[in-house]
């Protein structure tokens, strides 16, 4: 089951790091989405500031059917894709998949042409998480 916040949703699993992103990107293949960007975010980080912490990945997650209409619809959408999905280890060591929740972009941005892209990415995002 999905857990919900202000902003995404998401889950924890009982893989590593590298074992969820795998299947992430697989179950999020099969709702239509491909991966457009991965930032190690972890290793950036050491690289750029010496700081140590535990994995952690943003992938940018695209369907091209939605993102299409969006962008028709509101140019400046693109400020908000891709769509991230975060794949981290905590402190404890528990690992997280969440996704960003599409509608409060939506609400946000009050264009109703968006009202149906988010209406269609919302369920697909949840989906491919559930599945991992």
């Not at 889950?11 to 790091?17: A, Y």
């Not at 091209?64 to 991230?84: D, T, V, Y």
């Not at 941005?109 to 559930?130: F, G, M, W, Y």
């Amino acid at each position: 089951m999905l857990q919900s916040h202000t902003y995404g949703f998401g889950r924890i699993v009982n893989m590593s790091v590298e074992e969820a992103e795998a299947r992430v990107t697989e179950t999020l293949k099969s709702k239509g989405f491909g991966i457009l960007t991965r930032i190690d975010v972890a290793a950036t980080l050491k690289q750029k500031l010496g700081a140590d912490m535990p994995p952690y990945v943003i992938l940018g997650a695209c369907n091209p059917p939605l993102a299409h209409q969006a962008i028709s619809a509101e140019p400046e959408i693109g400020l908000f894709l891709p769509c991230n999905v975060i794949v981290y280890q905590d402190a404890q060591g528990q690992v997280h998949v969440s996704a960003m929740d599409p509608q409060p972009m939506v609400d946000m941005i009050k264009n109703p042409q968006l009202d149906s892209v988010a209406t269609q990415a919302r369920p697909l995002l949840q989906e491919a998480l559930e599945a991992v």
